[in-house]
T-cell receptor, first 113, second 114 residues
Framework: GENVEQHPSTLSVQEGDSAVIKCTYSDSASNYFPWYKQELGKGPQLIIDIRSNVGEKKDQRIAVTLNKTAKHFSLHITETQPEDSAVYFCAASRDTGGFKTIFGAGTRLFVKA | GAVVSQHPSWVICKSGTSVKIECRSLDFQATTMFWYRQFPKQSLMLMATSNEGSKATYEQGVEKDKFLINHASLTLSTLTVTSAHPEDSSFYIC??????????FGEGSWLTVV
């Protein structure tokens, strides 16, 4: 079945450095790719998303890139801050009938002050 | 962004009792809601897809008689854990999808069965 692979599982960076999380999906019909941030004990929060008709999207310090040919998409966080420490999940879905969102396994990001 | 509210945020119940968790979409109508279970340091495990006005679709391995889902309106879905046991203790999260298939999550509910 469809799956989404996410790497790395754990990422530790120094405050101010950049962090990159990568995901690969298998369903070539996927056309919507959201990223979620989950802080300890809370539900995931949508932080940025991208649709298949766009190759890159940026929102302040976070950006997402999509390579549909390679079925890769990545989250980039620049100028990381301690409050960016959390678990990040990527996901892939399609808006055809009966769509199902497939989540990656998550990346635990630690930003060291 | 859209808001999904989940209640209660945490609950403790005795073994053998049932507990209900509510999931509400506050500013949009959600024909589809999803229920997940999350174990510590693990990803989200989809339990079932809740469709307004019809029966929920359960994932393989999830007991539909154990985890009752009701989606009576376009803004409310409920998950009832029946005859709860300690192994049902977990973090349960709901999400709702708007018409653009963007998924918004609730705050999650911690269930502890003693």
């Amino acid at each position: 079945g469809e799956n989404v692979e996410q790497h790395p599982s754990t990422l530790s960076v120094q405050e101010g450095d950049s962090a990159v999380i990568k995901c690969t999906y298998s369903d070539s019909a996927s056309n919507y790719f959201p990223w979620y941030k989950q802080e300890l004990g809370k539900g995931p929060q949508l932080i940025i998303d991208i649709r298949s008709n766009v190759g890159e999207k940026k929102d302040q310090r976070i950006a997402v890139t999509l390579n549909k040919t390679a079925k890769h998409f990545s989250l980039h966080i620049t100028e990381t801050q301690p409050e960016d420490s959390a678990v990040y999940f990527c996901a892939a879905s399609r808006d055809t009938g009966g769509f199902k969102t497939i989540f990656g396994a998550g990346t635990r990001l630690f930003v060291k002050a | 962004g859209a808001v999904v509210s989940q209640h209660p945020s945490w609950v403790i119940c005795k073994s053998g009792t049932s507990v209900k968790i509510e999931c509400r979409s506050l500013d949009f109508q959600a024909t589809t809601m999803f229920w997940y279970r999350q174990f510590p340091k693990q990803s989200l495990m989809l339990m079932a897809t809740s469709n307004e006005g019809s029966k929920a679709t359960y994932e393989q391995g999830v007991e539909k008689d154990k985890f009752l889902i009701n989606h009576a309106s376009l803004t409310l879905s409920t998950l009832t854990v029946t005859s709860a046991h300690p192994e049902d203790s977990s973090f349960y999260i709901c999400s709702a999808s708007d018409r653009g298939n963007t998924i918004y999550f609730g705050e999650g509910s911690w269930l502890t069965v003693v």
